[in-house]
């Protein structure tokens, strides 16, 4: 029998000794997981000094070794947060990260005020954004549009799961519901945009997301990313808002090159909250 509080001390040991960027909370998140248990609840039971079975010891210990191998940790629980929400995820599926959280407050605030707003996501992914923004403006009739058939099965499993009714479509976001054409309200887009020969350093990432998920088709990363936006501007109507995330280095580009097919007629930047340059608004001429 292992003692939870001698299973956590190896375990962040070994996780650190792999790089892994947090060790002792991922430690924590995987023996809560293994527990099935809160974080808070798994370590009052450390302090009480109760131990493991030897079917969770084994457990943990298997789950531990693919961290260590640099396995997503959401891979290894299942689920990723998101705003207020708990997301489904899994190979085949971009995780979805806190920085995005920064662009769905932005599109709450901007849907604040209109009545059965219509919002079109494209690039959803897990369906992280569709989701989080149709939990925090019910009234809003929400889209998602996603291509890889992987990860549209994701945000599908993510509308059932959470409950929220958004349309996840799937198909090529470029052509994305002609239907809405000149009566969206909003545009939301957090699309592949990593420059083609930047391949992420982290194992997690270059790994495991899909590379559909990260590479945004040119060396500046920003064809798809102005491919998405010429299509947001033909679905929004005039005073229609487009919020797109970026790399923190396309601040300048991306707006110069949105400024440049003079479909806009309010373009601003706005920084997620580590001081990044994070999100592109436009507003639709
Ligand atoms: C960076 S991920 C973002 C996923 C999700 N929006 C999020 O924030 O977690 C980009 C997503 O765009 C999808 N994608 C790439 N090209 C696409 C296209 N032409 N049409 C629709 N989706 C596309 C990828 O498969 C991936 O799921």
Not at 36 to 50: E, I, N, P, W, Y
Not at 86 to 112: H, I, N, Q, S, Y
Not at 132 to 152: K, T, Y
Request: some cysteine; proline content about 8%; glycine content about 8%.
């Amino acid at each position: 029998m292992t003692e939870i509080s001698a299973a956590l001390r190896t375990a962040t040991g070994d996780l650190s000794s792999a790089g892994v960027p947090s060790p002792r909370a991922d430690a924590e998140i995987l023996l809560a997981h293994v527990l099935q248990t809160s974080r808070g609840d798994m370590v009052r039971m450390a302090v009480l000094g109760k131990p493991l079975s030897d079917e969770q010891d084994g457990t943990y210990t298997e789950l531990i070794r693919r961290r260590v191998a640099r396995e997503p940790l959401q891979h290894l629980t299942g689920t990723a947060p998101f705003a207020d929400l708990e997301l489904l995820v899994g190979p085949g599926v971009f995780v979805p990260r806190p920085e995005t959280e920064t662009l769905v407050a932005m599109a709450a605030a901007d849907l604040a005020g209109i009545s059965k707003p219509i919002v079109v996501d494209l690039c959803t992914g897990s369906g992280a954004i569709p989701l989080a923004l149709r939990q925090q403006v019910p009234s809003a009739r929400v889209i998602g549009v996603e291509l890889s058939p992987e990860a549209h099965a994701w945000a599908k499993r993510n509308a059932t799961h959470t409950g929220l009714d958004v349309d996840m479509r799937l198909g090529d976001a470029g052509h994305a519901a002609d239907e809405l054409i000149g009566l969206v309200d909003l545009v939301t887009c957090n699309p592949p945009y990593v420059p083609t020969d930047a391949i992420p350093i982290d194992p997690e990432v270059a790994q495991h997301d899909p590379s559909m998920a990260l590479y945004g088709g040119s060396a500046d990363g920003l064809a798809i990313p102005l491919a998405m936006a010429a299509r947001a501007a033909e679905l929004l109507k005039p005073g229609g808002v487009l919020l797109m995330e970026h790399a923190d280095v396309q601040r300048q580009s991306l707006l110069a090159a949105l400024s440049k097919t003079e479909k806009w007629a309010d373009l601003s930047d706005h920084d997620d909250p580590t001081g990044r340059p994070r999100v592109a608004r436009a507003v639709r001429a």
